[in-house]
């Protein structure tokens, strides 16, 4: 756990992100709760998962929240949670699309464990303060990134040419949310490369850092999950 080291409006603008995201995981898991008995029952595990998405992600988000409060950081809190949901983000994502049984078990085979080999290859990079380290682990981590987004950025396309009208609206939707909110990871994660002073990050990467990270799992999750329940309703029409 490291020392908080910002200070002033740059301390406050981390801490009011934190606060942000924390809020907006937790009130997203409420709406998806809700939300569940909206579509077919086909659906309804998929947007189960994306409660359990942003719950696991409010939780994690408070006990980070608190400890900035506290001035200290805890990078471990946000591997952990993206541990857990990162899988569930592909569980959710395949459900609704409809991927045949057999494809989605065999789908799930591979981008699980590559999701967490991703993570467990970034976690020494984030943690260290060597630029090359930094870089290894990046370059290694991206691999598997790399294979997890082609894949599901393949399955939302192929689902994408089997429907019609707001089903294909809304694919298209999550596809343009997938791309775009997953690459603010490993573009949050290199901030600190590009730092030239002494003492460590300077303040405005660090916030730079953390505000990025905190914007990309609200859009990847809570954003995302919208981006879910709208193809399911689609998917749905009179079934429910």
Partial sequence: MDKVLLTGDNYTLVYNALSFGT???LGA???FLTQVGSVAKAYRSGIA???VVVGIAGYHYYRIWSDFGDMKMNEGYRYADWLITVPLLIVELLIVLGVAGDLRRKLMWRLVPASAIMIAFGYPGEISSDNGT???WWVLAMIP???ILGTLYGQLQEASKRETGAVAGAIKNATGILLVTWLFYPISYLFPVFDNSATGISEGLEVARQVGYTVADITSKALYGLMILGI?????????
């Avoid at 399911?232 to 429910?240: E, M, P, T, V």
């Fill in 134 to 136: 930094k870089w290894t």
């Fill in 23 to 25: 809020a907006v995981m």
């Fill in 29 to 31: 898991f409420v709406y």
């Fill in 145 to 147: 990134f790399l294979y």
């Fill in 232 to 240: 399911a309703r689609a998917r749905s029409g009179d079934q429910h």
């Fill in 49 to 51: 998962v994306s409660a």
